[in-house]
C-alpha cells in the first residue's frame, strides 16, 4: 500500500462539507491507497456518510466509528493503528486536495527520498477547486538534508500536518500517538516529528485548500480550549526530555513555548473568552515564569513579538490585575476610535 489519507470526523454532514472532502479523497490520481475516516461520536450523519463511502468505495475507503468522542487526536490514532501505508497523510473533514495531490507529493518524497513532503495552501470560504492565492505553509531555506539550525527553525514553524505527507516509520519507529481528548493535538507531536525526519521536500504550490466558515476550530475561543492548548506545549517539553534533545534545542523550545502556551494563549482568551478570570491569566503568567524564567529575553522570542505585546506580557508577569486593567482600557480605547 502506498499511502494511507486519515480523515477524522465529528458533525460535519451539513451543507455538504463531509462530502466535498471525501469526493476529493476518493478520486485522488495516485495508485494504490487507502482512505480511513474516523467517526469520532458524531451525532448527526457523519457515520452514516462514511459507510455509504465505504459501500461504493470498498477498494480504497474504510469507515472507523467510535462510540465516545475522542476529539481529532484518538481518531487519527485508531487510523494509524491500522494504516498500512507507505506514506501517510491527514486531512481534515471540512478541507479538501487538488485530485492530483497526494500523487504529486508521494512522487517528490520518492525522489528526494524525504521523510516528509509539503506543499502549501489555499484559504476558501466555498467549496471550489480553484486555487486564488497559494498561502506558503513551509519555508523554502529548511527543506532537504535536516542540520540542526533547520531543526532549531522547523521547531519554530513546522506549518499545518494536513499540508504533508510522512514515511511510515515517522509515526511507527517507534510508534507515536496524538494526545486524544483535547484540541491542539497537532501541536504536541510538532517537535517529535522534526527530530524523527531526516529529509524534508517541499512543493511550492496550494494542492490544499483549507475551508474557513464559521464552525472552524480556529474561530472558536474558550478556557477550555485555551487550556488543552497548555497541556499540548507540557506534552512537547516532555517529549523532548524524555527523548534527549531538550538542551540542545533549549531556546526554540522556550520561545515556541512562549508563544504558544502563554501568548497566544494570553490574548486570544482575552479577547475570546466570555466569562473571563483573573484567576486563569495569573496562573497562567505563573506557570511560564516557573517553566521558563528568562523567557522575555530569548532573543527568538523578543524578535517575533511587538513591542507592544512585550510590555503587556512584562506587566502582567508582575501584576494580573494592573495588566488586566490596562487591557481593557486599551481595547476599549482601539474600539471606541475604530468606530469614528
Request: charged share 30%; hydrophobic share 40%.
Amino acid at each position: 500500500m502506498k499511502l494511507s489519507i486519515i480523515v477524522p470526523v465529528h458533525n460535519m454532514a451539513a451543507d455538504g462539507k463531509l462530502n466535498y472532502c471525501l469526493d476529493s479523497l476518493v478520486n485522488q490520481t495516485i495508485k494504490d491507497y487507502e482512505i480511513i475516516a474516523v467517526d469520532d461520536a458524531s451525532t448527526d450523519d457523519s457515520l452514516e456518510i462514511l459507510k455509504d463511502y465505504e459501500k461504493r468505495y470498498p477498494d480504497r475507503f474504510i469507515a472507523l466509528s467510535l462510540s465516545q468522542n475522542h476529539r481529532q487526536g484518538g481518531a487519527k490514532n485508531a487510523a494509524l493503528r491500522i494504516c498500512r501505508g507507505e506514506y501517510i497523510g491527514f486531512v481534515d473533514s471540512d478541507d479538501w486536495m487538488l485530485p492530483e495531490a497526494y500523487e504529486k507529493l508521494v512522487s517528490l518524497a520518492e525522489e528526494q527520498d524525504a521523510d516528509v513532503a509539503c506543499c502549501d495552501l489555499c484559504h476558501v470560504t466555498e467549496h471550489v477547486m480553484t486555487v486564488t492565492e497559494r498561502i506558503p505553509s513551509f519555508d523554502a531555506k529548511n527543506a532537504g538534508e535536516l542540520t540542526p539550525e533547520k531543526r532549531g527553525s522547523l521547531i519554530l514553524g513546522f506549518g499545518a500536518l494536513v499540508t504533508k505527507v510522512f514515511k511510515r516509520h515517522v509515526f511507527k519507529e517507534p510508534e507515536i500517538l496524538f494526545p486524544e481528548h483535547m484540541f491542539y493535538e497537532d501541536n504536541a507531536l510538532t517537535v517529535e516529528l522534526i527530530m524523527r525526519a531526516k529529509r524534508i521536500a517541499y512543493l511550492e504550490e496550494a494542492l490544499y485548500f483549507y475551508y474557513q466558515h464559521g464552525a472552524s476550530t480556529v474561530h472558536v475561543i474558550s478556557e477550555e480550549r485555551c487550556k488543552d492548548r497548555m497541556e499540548a506545549m507540557r506534552i512537547m517539553l516532555r517529549m523532548a526530555k524524555e527523548n534527549g534533545y531538550y538542551e540542545s534545542c533549549r531556546m526554540e523550545l522556550e520561545c515556541r513555548f512562549a508563544e504558544l502556551f502563554y501568548k497566544n494563549t494570553l490574548f486570544s482568551y482575552l479577547q475570546g473568552e466570555q466569562k473571563k478570570r483573573l484567576s486563569f491569566i495569573k496562573e497562567l503568567g505563573r506557570e511560564m515564569k516557573e517553566t521558563f524564567p528568562e523567557f522575555q529575553k530569548n532573543p527568538l522570542f523578543v524578535a517575533r513579538s511587538d513591542a507592544e505585546e512585550r510590555k503587556m506580557m512584562a506587566m502582567q508577569q508582575k501584576n494580573t490585575l494592573t495588566f488586566y486593567l490596562y487591557y481593557h482600557l486599551l481595547w476599549t480605547y482601539r474600539k471606541l476610535r475604530g468606530k469614528k
